[in-house]
C-alpha cells in the first residue's frame, strides 16, 4: 500500500496546532505497519533550512490560472520517512507562519498558495505523475489541501483512492468567486455540486463533496459535526456522505511526550515512580516566579488563547480559582484581548498566576510533568492532544465534555476510581461556574494524596499511541481499493 499525505504544515518545523504534529507522527506509524507514505509539504524556510542538501526530483511547469510553475525536492531525516518539498519561492519563501505574514494577518495569495499545494498533490496521485512512484491513495488534510480531491477528478487524469481529514471544521477555505480563474477552475466548476458554497469557493467543501471517503479525529467530533449546533454550515453535506465519514481518534508520539524519557524536564518518572512528579512541580514553579507551595494544586494551560478554547472563562474565575487555594500556570498567544487578561491576571496575583505569553516546546514539556492538572474547557474540540499528554504525564486533565476530549478523558466519581475508569475531570457547560465547581472538585481530591495517586495512575494506564489509529487508516485505505 502506497499513500502521499498532503499537509500545510508538518511538526517540529511548521506547526500551529494539531495538524502538523499529526503529519509528523502518523506517517511512521503507517509505516511500521508496512505502507508506504510520503509527505508533500511546501518548501517554507524552516524546511529549507532544515534541508539543504534536499535532492530535486522534477519541475512541474504553469499549472494553469495563476498557478505558477513549481520543483519537487526530496529529503528523508535520519530514521524517518520521505518528505516531497514542493518549492516555489514567490508562494512559500516568506516570514511568518504557514497561513499568516508578521503583523498576523492572512497572506492575500492564501487561494493560490494552497492552490498550487492542492494541484500539485493531485498531479503527483493522478496517472500522469511525473515521479516513478504513484500512491494508492492520496491522504489530504483540512481545507488547504480540499481543493486536491476536485482537481484529481475533474482537472487531471485520476488515479489514486483519495481521502480528507478534517482536523477542524471551522476552518473552509473560503474565497470569492472572482478567484476562481486564478486557481484554474472554469464556469463548468462553479455549482453546488463543485466548489460553489454560499456563493463562495470554499476548498474544504469540494474535497468533502469529491473524496472517496472522509474522515475526522475523534468519533465524538464526527457525530457532532453532523449537527446544526456544529456542523458550521456543513452538516448537511455531511449527513450525506455520513456512510463515507469516519471518526478516528489522533495518537500521540510517545517517543516524544513521555515522562520516562522527555529531556525536558526536571526528573523523569513513569506511573511506578510518580514521587519524582514532586521534583518537577517545584521546578516549573521557580522557572516560572510562583511560590514553592506544596499545600495546593498547580492547574497549567497550554494552548492558542482562543474563544473555542475556553481559556476566557478561565481568565474570568482566575481569581476564584486562586482562592480554592490554586496556581495557575499558562502558556499560549492568540486574541490580544485574552493575552492582556491573562497578564493582568498575574499581575494581580505574583506568586499564584504565572503567564507567559508565545510558545516554548520544552516549557510544553515541564508544564505537562510540573502541574497538578490540566485545564482544557473548549467550547468545541474535534480531538486535543494535550489532554492526551496530561494523561501520560500523570496529570489529570479537566476538560468539557465536546469532541475527543469527551471520547479520551473519563469523569472522576468514586466507583470510576475504584475501577480503574476514571482518569480525569468532564464539565458538561461551556461556563465559568461551571468550570469552577470542577476544579473545584479537582482540588478537593487533590488533597486526598491516595486518591490523586490512583487517579494519576489510571490516567497513565491509558494506550494513546499511535499504532491503533494507524491500523484503522490503513484498513480504511484498503477498503478503498478496487476489488
Not at 461551571?434 to 487517579?455: E, F, M, P, Y
Request: with cysteine; charged share 20%.
Amino acid at each position: 500500500m502506497k499513500a502521499l499525505f498532503a499537509t500545510s504544515e508538518i511538526a517540529p518545523w511548521v506547526k500551529t496546532g494539531g495538524l502538523g504534529d499529526v503529519a509528523a507522527a502518523l506517517p511512521p506509524a503507517l509505516r511500521a505497519l508496512g505502507c508506504d507514505v510520503r509527505v508533500l509539504v511546501p518548501r517554507y524556510p524552516a524546511l529549507r533550512a532544515a534541508f539543504p542538501a534536499a535532492e530535486h526530483l522534477v519541475h512541474l511547469p504553469w499549472m494553469g490560472g495563476h498557478l505558477p510553475g513549481a520543483d519537487v525536492y526530496v529529503a528523508q531525516p535520519e530514521g524517518s520517512f520521505p518528505f516531497l518539498l514542493l518549492d516555489c519561492p514567490m508562494l512559500y519563501d516568506r516570514p511568518g507562519n504557514p497561513y499568516l505574514g508578521p503583523e498576523g494577518h492572512d497572506w492575500l495569495d492564501n487561494h493560490l498558495r494552497f492552490g498550487l499545494l492542492s494541484r500539485v498533490a493531485a498531479r503527483l496521485a493522478s496517472t500522469a505523475t511525473p515521479l516513478d512512484w504513484r500512491p494508492d491513495v492520496l491522504h489530504c488534510h483540512d481545507w488547504q489541501t480540499g481543493l486536491a480531491p476536485y482537481y484529481l477528478r475533474f482537472h487531471e487524469s485520476g488515479g489514486a483512492a483519495s481521502v480528507v481529514t478534517i482536523h477542524n471544521l471551522a476552518f473552509q477555505g473560503v474565497f470569492p468567486p472572482q478567484l476562481l480563474d486564478e486557481l484554474a477552475l472554469t464556469g463548468a466548476d462553479w455549482h453546488m455540486e463543485g466548489v460553489e458554497y454560499y456563493g463562495l469557493i470554499s476548498f474544504l467543501k469540494a474535497g468533502l463533496r469529491h473524496a472517496d471517503a472522509l474522515t475526522t479525529v475523534s468519533p465524538t467530533y464526527a457525530r457532532e459535526i453532523q449537527t446544526d449546533t456544529e456542523g458550521m454550515g456543513m452538516q448537511g453535506l455531511l449527513r450525506a456522505r455520513a456512510d463515507r465519514l469516519t471518526g478516528i481518534l489522533n495518537g500521540i508520539d510517545d517517543a516524544v511526550w513521555n515522562p520516562a524519557l522527555d529531556p525536558h524536564i526536571a526528573m523523569r518518572y513513569d506511573r511506578d515512580h510518580l514521587d519524582a512528579k514532586r521534583r518537577n512541580k517545584i521546578a516549573l514553579q521557580r522557572e516560572m516566579g510562583l511560590a514553592e507551595r506544596d499545600d495546593c494544586p498547580l492547574f497549567g494551560v497550554v494552548s492558542r488563547l482562543t474563544h473555542q478554547k475556553g481559556l476566557d472563562l478561565v481568565a474570568e474565575i482566575g481569581a476564584a480559582l486562586v482562592g480554592l487555594p490554586a496556581q495557575l500556570a499558562v502558556l499560549g498567544s492568540g486574541d490580544r484581548a485574552l493575552e492582556a487578561a491573562f497578564r493582568e491576571l498575574a499581575e494581580r496575583h505574583p506568586g499564584q498566576v504565572a503567564v507567559t505569553i508565545g510558545y516554548s516546546d520544552p516549557l510544553a514539556h515541564r508544564i505537562e510533568a510540573g502541574a497538578d492538572c490540566f485545564l482544557m474547557p473548549s467550547r468545541f474540540e474535534p480531538c486535543g492532544l494535550n489532554q492526551m499528554y496530561s494523561l501520560a504525564y500523570g496529570t489529570p486533565p479537566l476538560v468539557r465534555a465536546t469532541g475527543g476530549l469527551a471520547d479520551t478523558v473519563t469523569n472522576y466519581t468514586p466507583a470510576g476510581l475504584a475501577d480503574g475508569s476514571a482518569n480525569g475531570f468532564v464539565c458538561q457547560a461551556a461556563t465559568a461556574e461551571a468550570i469552577l465547581g470542577t476544579a473545584g472538585s479537582a482540588a478537593a481530591l487533590w488533597q486526598d494524596k491516595a486518591g490523586w495517586r490512583q487517579l494519576q495512575r489510571n490516567a497513565m494506564a491509558g494506550d494513546f499511541r499511535w499504532a491503533g489509529p494507524a491500523r484503522q487508516y490503513l484498513e480504511l485505505y484498503a477498503s478503498l481499493r478496487p476489488a
